[in-house]
């Protein structure tokens, strides 16, 4: 990982190193996760490989389909004798990783989910505030942005990640289903359904509110940012691990963290969010010796202690329930408010079939497609229906494509 | 009769070339066959299984329209970005060919972009045209226009033809300069005695006679936006919005090394393989024996 993050998982895995004499974690940067997985993908075929790879979770149908490189982590947990308990994992993060005989696969690291983060200046101004535990409606997101467009504020909402935030999550926290076979979860031959009747509701108002700047665009990734570091934006949806670049780059005003908004009238109590981020996954191929030293570090990486730091740091989720009480013991969140906003959406239910989380294969390519429709969406060169029918059509094409390739 | 020259050494003439051989063998044959082998299999992600499916990859791309929509991208994008380059650097080489004095501070100066490397060429640009916090795009807003390349896919168009034109001017500016200063200076004078004006003692002797540069120069810069500019591309605009700026080389990697589809991505690769054929060919065949340096 870049940045900052790179040196705290540095110091991971340095005092793992000092922790016993037996193995040596090294750890390397390959660059973004995409480059990182390509990296991994060549060094397997090069028979050069590590023998864990961080991989994002849109990866995650891909590795799974790669069951001749791929070691699956209860397996080799199993092994090698190592204590292993999947069930002190938040259900809601490992979901995302589990086969239908819940199975962990890969041992989930940095996961985060997308949160609302708000200017709390401008909602001051107009006498509201926002709970940080209870989804707020898109009415009252509304209501409230276009407001401060009254009071000067050049835009109302923005967002990161559009995919993700917009019609991944969308779709779990409203309980849709966003790609047939539950999502994927029970088999690689789903079929994704962008163009349903409350997709396109949402879709169709963001497309209303871009020509009046009460929604903005600004880019595929996390690109939207400084529009809400400039007080541009009032509202700004992006990842929970985000929070440490909000509060380092936010100097004018206060700003605040809520969780996603969502529509009443389709779910009433709206369910738990869906994950991002990623996971370590072990490839095959090395001394059977060895795996006993990447058993030892993943008990090492999971312990409370190691994930509670990683946890308060980032920003990422614990993805162990003892790490989230032992933050909540040392009154991180009592100091810190807003920042157990994101664990809280993802527990507030137990995960339906639709809120597991997403197995859909060549997902890389398919978050391209649906991010080039969104954009001819908010340009305004396509109805919400028209883009959003290419994309489903598009999407198909490629996990067919993503079939012929796996057999 | 011609005279044939003998000549003893056997082997010397196969180790001089031997270095410039290996290295043709290593970075080019030897990728391009394996290219070559690819394009005909489907291979899953982690390659332990592949099939051979003849032509399947290449029908597949052939009727995609992501690729044709490639296609087109790339077409649009390499004449802009070689009429824009030329055009400009043409007019620069032939105001630096009047400049008396100082003449070496300028044409140093207009050599310097060609230092910059691609990626980060693209980079400055981005940060200029960035619609949040860039200068150029808070200008043409003051001007009345909402600049924004991450939407709007004319926008994003432009954004990179400049990034890389301006990398290319220097490069064309250097070869127009020579090619001026090539001229007869008589021929100019006999034109003004004659009573021509600057721009028609341009257009009738100058531009005919600076010839050999242009065409030289319009396939190096065609070769050039089609092969060389990725590194702008990934910088700025990676393919987008809506894929408006993804070239053929842009997909190649993404199907490739995003998308993690190799068979595809070999496909593409041979496709344009051909076309750099194509490209030399004309250049062997029109600029080398029909115009005359």
Same mark, same amino acid.
């Given at each position: 990982m870049g940045g900052v993050l790179n040196e705290k998982v540095d110091r991971i895995a340095s005092e793992f190193n000092e922790s016993q004499q037996e193995f040596i974690v090294k750890p390397v940067y390959k660059g973004n996760y995409t480059e990182t997985m390509t990296a991994g993908v060549a060094a397997f075929r090069a028979k050069k490989h590590p023998h864990i790879i961080q991989v994002f979770e849109v990866g995650t149908a891909t590795m799974m389909a790669a069951t001749r490189a791929v070691y699956p982590v209860y397996q080799l947990m199993n092994d090698a004798g190592e204590k292993f308990y999947p069930q002190k994992f938040l259900q809601a993060v490992t979901g995302y990783y589990t086969d239908s005989d819940n199975n962990m696969y890969s041992m989930p690291f940095n996961s985060s989910t997308p949160v609302l983060y708000y200017n709390k200046d401008a909602l001051d *101004? +107009? !006498?509201?505030?926002?709970?940080s535990s209870e989804s707020p409606s898109w009415y009252e997101i509304e209501k409230i942005a276009k407001k401060a467009q009254e009071d000067g504020y050049e835009? !109302?909402?923005?967002? !990161?990640? +559009?995919?993700?935030? +917009?019609?991944?999550?969308?779709a779990a926290v409203h309980n849709l289903e966003f790609s047939s076979l539950s999502n994927g979860f029970d088999g690689l031959d789903t079929k994704l359904d962008l163009d349903q009747e409350h997709i396109l509701h949402h879709v169709g108002r963001l497309r209303e509110w871009q020509k009046t700047n009460l929604f903005s665009y600004g880019g595929r990734r996390s690109d939207a940012a400084p529009k809400f570091y400039n007080a541009e934006c009032v509202f700004y949806i992006n990842s929970s691990a985000s929070y440490s670049s909000v509060e380092a780059n936010v100097k004018k005003f206060k700003f605040s963290v809520a969780p996603l908004p969502y529509y009443p009238e389709i779910e009433a109590k709206p369910k738990n969010s869906i994950i991002g981020g990623a996971s370590l996954w072990v490839l095959r191929g090395h001394a059977p010796a060895s795996y006993r030293g990447v058993a030892r570090f993943f008990t090492f990486l999971t312990s409370p202690e190691i994930q509670a730091r990683w946890h308060q740091e980032t920003g990422y989720l614990p993805v162990t329930i003892p790490a989230y009480e032992l933050t909540k013991e040392q009154g991180f969140y009592l100091k810190n408010p807003g920042t157990d906003t994101a664990i809280l959406q993802m527990t507030r239910v137990t995960p339906t079939k639709n809120s597991k989380g997403l197995r859909i294969g060549n997902f890389v390519q398919i978050r391209d497609v649906i991010n080039e429709e969104l954009e001819a969406i908010w340009a305004g060169s396509k109805t919400a229906s028209e883009g959003l029918k290419d994309a489903t $059509? $598009?999407?198909?094409?490629?996990?067919? *494509?993503?079939? $012929? $390739?796996?057999? | 009769m011609e005279q044939q020259t003998p000549y003893k050494h056997k082997f010397l003439p196969y180790l001089l070339v031997a270095?410039?051989?290996?290295?043709?063998?290593?970075?080019?044959?030897?990728?391009?066959?394996?290219?070559?082998m690819q394009s005909f299999m489907v291979e899953n992600t982690f390659g332990t299984a592949s099939k051979f499916v003849w032509f399947e990859n290449f029908s597949y791309i052939l009727e995609d329209e992501q690729y044709l929509h490639s296609v087109q991208v790339s077409l649009v994008f390499a004449l802009a970005t070689t009429a824009v380059s030329m055009g400009l650097s043409l007019l620069l080489a032939v105001m630096a060919d009047r400049v008396v004095k100082g003449a070496q501070v300028y044409q140093t100066f207009l050599i310097w972009p060609y230092a910059v490397a691609p990626a980060?060429?693209?980079?400055?640009?981005y940060f200029m045209f960035n619609p949040s916090i860039g200068i150029l795009a808070y200008w043409l807003k003051g001007m009345g226009y909402q600049w924004n390349h991450q939407l709007n896919g004319m926008d994003a168009m432009i954004l990179v033809v400049i990034a890389a034109a301006w990398k290319q001017i220097s490069y064309n500016f250097l070869f127009f300069l020579a090619g001026l200063q090539s001229i007869p200076k008589s021929l100019i004078e006999a034109a003004a005695i004659d009573g021509a004006s600057p721009f028609k003692r341009f257009w009738d002797i100058v531009f005919p006679l600076l010839s050999p540069t242009t065409f030289f120069l319009l396939v190096v810069n065609v070769v050039y936006a089609f092969f060389d500019t990725f590194g702008i591309i990934h910088a700025t605009t990676a393919g987008g919005p809506a894929n408006s700026t993804a070239i053929m080389v842009y997909k190649v990697f993404n199907?490739?090394?995003v998308g993690l589809d190799y068979g595809s991505s070999a496909a593409q690769s041979v496709i344009l393989m051909m076309l750099v054929g194509v490209f030399t060919l004309v250049q062997f065949k029109y600029v080398e024996r029909k115009v005359q340096y």
């Open positions: *101004k +107009q !006498g509201v505030s926002l709970s835009c !109302g909402i923005t967002v !990161g990640w +559009q995919s993700w935030t +917009q019609l991944e999550n969308y $059509r $598009r999407s198909n094409k490629l996990v067919d *494509k993503f079939l $012929r $390739r796996n057999f | 270095p410039q051989l290996l290295i043709t063998l290593v970075f080019f044959i030897w990728p391009a066959t394996e290219a070559l980060i060429g693209g980079i400055l640009w199907d490739g090394f």
